[in-house]
Each structure stands twice: as C-alpha cells, then as structure tokens.
C-alpha cells in the first residue's frame, strides 16, 4: 500500500523526517522473448538484503546534501555507477505508512539499452553493495504471457514499502504500459 502524496517542497519543510530516495532506471529494447514477445521496455530493480524487492537509492540527509547528490550517492554504492539524477528526474514523493516519519521520494530516468547493459555490469563487478545490501539487480517482465505469466506473476512478489505502487504509477506515468494493460495485469495478478 502507498502513503499519503506530499509535495517534495513541504517535505523538506517536515521536522524530524528522515528522507529516501529511489529511483526507476529505464530504456526502450527492441529485444523479443523467443523471437516474438517484445519486450519494449527495460525496467531495473534489485533483490534487497531483506529478501524484499526495490528500487535502487536509499537514504539521504537534506541537512547535508540535496536530495538528487543523496541519490546518487546511493547509486555509486548500489549500482557501481555515477549516475547524475536532477531535480527534473523527480517523480513524486509520498509520507511512508512505516516506518513512521519517512519521506519517500521516487525519480524515474530513461536511459540508452547500452547504458542499462553497462549498469548491470558494474552493478556485479564494481558496486560496494554488491552481495551486502543488494543481491542483485534484474529486469522487470512487463509482457503478460499466457495464464499470467509475465507482468502478473511479477507482481505477486513481496515487495519494499511502496516500492510496488511505486512501479505501477511510474508505468502508468511513462506511458511503458497502458492502463488498459495495467488494469489487466493487476487483475490477473489478483486471481
Ligand atoms: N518505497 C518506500 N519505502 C522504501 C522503498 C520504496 N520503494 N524502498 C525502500 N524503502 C524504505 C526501506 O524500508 C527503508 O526503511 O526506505 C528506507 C531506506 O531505503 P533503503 O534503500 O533500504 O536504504 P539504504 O540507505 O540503501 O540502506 C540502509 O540499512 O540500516 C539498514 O534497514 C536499514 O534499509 C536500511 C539500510
Ligand atoms: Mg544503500
Ligand atoms: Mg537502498
């Protein structure tokens, strides 16, 4: 379930609120699953220490650093990679159900297939957390096969805060998958 929406400025304005920040790393793919389900789109996410599936980002001190260099701070040490995340990256940001007074702020940024490839190497062979606060990074499926393979099984693993509300509004903003295919994805998903 997703918290309450707030508004990035009148967050910063809360007291005694720590801040994360995550981010949807994304590219366009002409790649076909057996040679015949595209696959459109690339969306990267990570297997957590917790057993629980996220975005990579973590968090950051708005007393110390913005909220974006925080960011990025975390992907140097998530993903093995100096990626520069703006404030024009910024997705929306939502009061966390739990823990108490977290802010949790989402970016989305769309990448080249070649720069997706380069991540996820380095996320592997360079990334400090690597094997520590991340087992792993992977690609979303976000075709549906037949009898709900595909986006709808996806869907059914536990995930992080609102890290699933998270991916869904992120699609549905990026225009990756219609509502119509969001509406049948979450339905199948819930069968
Ligand atoms: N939506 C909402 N909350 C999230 C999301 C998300 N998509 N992803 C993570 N969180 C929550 C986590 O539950 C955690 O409480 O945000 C907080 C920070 O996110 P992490 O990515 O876990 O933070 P990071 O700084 O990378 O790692 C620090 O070390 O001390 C432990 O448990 C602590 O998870 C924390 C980790
Ligand atoms: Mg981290
Ligand atoms: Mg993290």
Redesign the pocket.
């Given at each position: 379930m997703a918290g309450q929406e707030i508004s990035k400025g009148e967050s910063l304005l809360l007291k005694g609120h720590r801040h994360?920040c995550?981010i949807m790393i994304h590219a366009d793919t002409d790649a076909k699953l057996f040679g015949k389900t595209p696959i459109k789109h690339i969306v990267l996410m990570q297997m957590?220490f917790?057993g629980l599936l996220?975005?990579p980002?973590?968090?950051v001190n708005p007393g110390e650093e913005t909220l974006e260099a925080g960011l990025s701070r975390?992907l140097w040490?998530?993903i093995g990679v100096a990626l520069k995340v703006g404030p024009e990256d910024h997705c929306s940001s939502?009061l966390?159900l739990s823990?108490p007074n977290?802010v949790?702020h989402?970016y989305t940024k769309k990448l080249s297939e070649e720069e997706v490839r380069e991540i996820e190497r380095a996320a592997v062979s360079s990334a400090a957390d690597h094997g520590l606060?991340v087992m792993g990074m992977f690609r979303v499926p976000l075709y549906c096969l037949k009898r709900g393979g595909g986006f709808p099984s996806f869907l059914l693993h536990a995930?992080?805060?609102?890290?699933r509300s998270?991916l869904i509004s992120g699609l549905r903003a990026l225009g990756l998958l219609s509502p119509a295919q969001l509406q049948a994805a979450l339905a199948k998903a819930e069968e």
């Open positions: 994360a995550h957590r917790d996220g975005f980002g973590g968090l975390e040490e998530e939502c966390a823990p977290l949790t989402f606060e995930f992080v805060g609102s890290a998270q």
